[in-house]
């Protein structure tokens, strides 16, 4: 069985979760541009919804910056999971695979990137990283970017992760 770019992505994406002390179950959905995955641990069940990019859009010495786009079957079938307040895993990948990042997002997170009201069809997210930061900063069609205008969260996926379960509790 030949391996495709995206197991490698998701893959190291479990190996994150299982390394964090989740106990990952697939749902099974394979979707067009992503995965959903539910995830189990002690304090309850988590609905993950992947997408990767393999190589930053924006890449300088000091910042990089991935652009992932949500088209509007993406956007419907997420917002239809609203109820299990689903986290957006963003696989933010590089060239030689060794500074790719994780960027975990909660639901209204990714609602205020995306845009709350927009007619567009299409909408995206924005994850930038510093070298050197401890943490992400995230805009899209809903926030333009600017210093007030984006939102910052760790960068560190076990870090994340217990913030993401003391939002839940």
């Not at 994150?16 to 304090?43: C, H, M, Q, W």
């Not at 990283?129 to 076990?158: A, C, E, M, P, W």
Request: glycine share 8%; aromatic share 12%; net charge positive.
């Amino acid at each position: 069985m030949n391996l495709n770019k995206n197991d490698f992505y998701y893959g190291a994406l479990l190996s994150r979760l299982i390394n964090s002390g989740f106990a990952p179950a697939i749902v099974g959905k394979d979707l067009e541009d992503a995965k959903l995955y539910t995830i189990y641990n002690n304090l309850g069940d988590y609905t993950f919804y992947t997408k990767y990019i393999s190589k930053p859009d924006g890449d300088r010495n000091n910042e990089k910056r991935w652009d992932f786009l949500f088209n509007s079957s993406e956007i419907n079938y997420i917002k239809n999971r609203e109820d299990e307040q689903p986290i957006i895993a963003l696989i933010c990948g590089d060239k030689n695979l060794k500074g790719s990042r994780i960027a975990l997002i909660d639901y209204p997170d990714y609602q205020d990137c995306i845009g709350r009201d927009y007619r567009t069809l299409n909408r995206y997210v924005k994850v930038k990283h510093r070298k050197g930061s401890k943490h992400f900063k995230l805009y899209g069609t809903g926030l333009d970017g600017s210093r007030d205008n984006n939102i910052k969260i760790t960068g560190n996926v076990s870090r994340r992760l217990k913030e993401l379960e003391e939002l839940s509790i």
